[in-house]
């Protein structure tokens, strides 16, 4: 692969899951949300893929269909389940749509100032989009905070841990395999707990609003 | 092999627990796994001391992990004593079963076998998984009542220490990413490796690692600003995970931090991480003494102390002279032991008036007339007359939380208070002190009210069972005989306090 198309395909897969990021910030249909979030799934796979080809580490590319089996896989079959018996619609998140974008583009502002030492410690086709990986990192964070439903807040999660592990590969292509095993197991594991939590939760408070939640406070 | 059996012991206790579940033979089993644990971290305490670190491919163990291996044996020694009775009277309660009872024994042997883990592991990334699988295994505890209020805490728990520990995974990679483009050739995440050669790591980039790695790490910790979590876990927890969690669990996450400061002192210079952990120290205590001040429940009485406590750990790393950090670990050794006695006591002291709540006031509280129909529970008064053996030990509990002598709290809170002053950090030191103050003068008259005053008119005369009698006195009891003397203790603490300070 010459540098050219490698130094375009990283961008177009970093760009994908900035867009994905941001629609699902903007968008309030929990369906749309999880099928966006499928296709973040895939855009990061994709990535990961890129590096792959362009190291030519077949471990690269074992991590890269591992990922897009889970995050664009098993992840939304699970939240889509999950869905099928909880609410449809994000109503009223804290922060509304126009907030959000803006607050989003201030992110990717604050993502960028945050991540240039990142970037100029060793320049590179990949470690330049560094700076989209932690602005998905920080758009997830914004989505936890802001949205009350409880998948909405997983989504959230999900995404911060996306833009984490698209900054783990443009950094180094990955750090040990054992810890990348790891860490995916526990995604999947929070994901497993959180989702047994939303069935529970329906069980106890009829609904996953998370504005049922005001039984515990000071 | 050596290394090995502390991870071991309790992981092959879940798997008979798994297997042979909750009846009269394994009732005992937890106790001893727990013997078993604390002596491996003594006996690999001695071996630290006379021969120095043992490594074994993604393990090591030097005086720091050996001193928290015995932390986590002592803690978890007492809370295996008591979960017998405790466990007993739920299911007599009918608040538990044979199978919740085995679903509880699995969970709280995987969460030892995970915490054993984390202080074992000589690399960040093992460090790290060992921390998250902590969090996975402990939210089903949390969560194990149905009740609302049950999966509200499991929900925020797994929610907020998720994600900061997501964020002390961006720490790592981004910390990776310096050591691979380090001065001296590249290095791996290996703690002492990094330690050693973190001179080499680039400034800019270290620093977003290690701040990210302190909030991640301090989330679990409970430290503010992302501690939201704690009390509720705690109090929703049964008794005796509530011990493992806030007697143990915290200090893990605190000594992560400590490992994570060495590499941060080497690389950036004490004045960064210091900083950073004073503000973090300084805002957990103001934290916790507003929210204590007009507390009416007791479990999350006791949750507030322990941001209390873990905020003076992180001040005392924060202080960084080996006067203060042998204070911290001292500091994490009797906390532990005084907080497990204390939350068995507050387990026991709810199965006998099945209320958390503390009375108002010596006069009960009348009925609101809106409220008609509406259940108006008296919180607990009276205790001393009722239960005079629990209300002892949770009275001489709470005396040693806020540091009265001979208990050891009072040895390493004067340690970190006198090294703060003498490193220059007095003005945090100061504000520390007076925090600490209104925290005690509250935690002192709420107790008073539970422990003193008429006792409501019940012929409740339940007596306290033996092991859990047992499981109290002896924690205040090694507690007391600490802060007397630390004998042979002393110089392990050295040691581990040499290796916090990055001298091997």
Redesign the interface.
Known sequence: MNETLFTQLVDLTAGAMLLTAVLILWRRELAVIVRVFALQGLALAGLVAVLAAHEDSGELWAIAVGIGVLRAGVLPYLLRRALAVAARRETAPLVNVAASLLAAAVLMMLAYV?SA??VS??PSPATRAIPVGVAV?LIG?FV?VTRRR?LS?VVG?LL??NG?TA??FL??AG??L??EI??SL?VL??VL??QL?TT??R???GDTD?D??R??R? | MMILTPILVPLLAALVFALAGWRRSTVWLGVGSAAAMLSLGVVAAMSVVTTGPHDAGPLRIDALSAFMLIVIGAVALIAAVATPAHLRAEITAGRDTARTATRHSVLVHLFLAAMAMAVLAADLGLLWVAIEATTIVTAFLVGQRRSRAGVEAAWKYVVICSTGIALALLGIIVLNHAARHAAGGPLSLDLAELGAAAAGLDGDVTRIAVVLLIIGFGTKAGLAPLHAWLPDAHSQAPAPVSALMSGVLLSVAGYAILRVKVISDVALGAGFARALLAVMAIASLAVAASLLLAQRDYKRLLAYSSMEHMALVALGAAIGTPLALAAVLLHILGHGLVKASLFVGAGRILQVTGTSRIAAQAQPVTANPGSVGLLVVDGVRGLAARQPLLAGGFGFGVLALIGFPPFSVFASELGIVRAGFAAGLGWATAAALVLVLVIAAALVSHTSRMLLGEPPDTTDTSSLPATTAVAIGAALLACALIGIATGPLTTLIDLAADTAMGVR
């Open positions: 945050v030492p990142l410690l060793a990192v964070f936890l409880a807040q999660f911060l841990d984490i900054v783990g950094t180094t750090i040990d054992a810890v790891g860490v526990d594991l929070a707990v959180l939590l529970r939760m069980e106890a408070f998370l049922g939640l039984e515990l000071d």
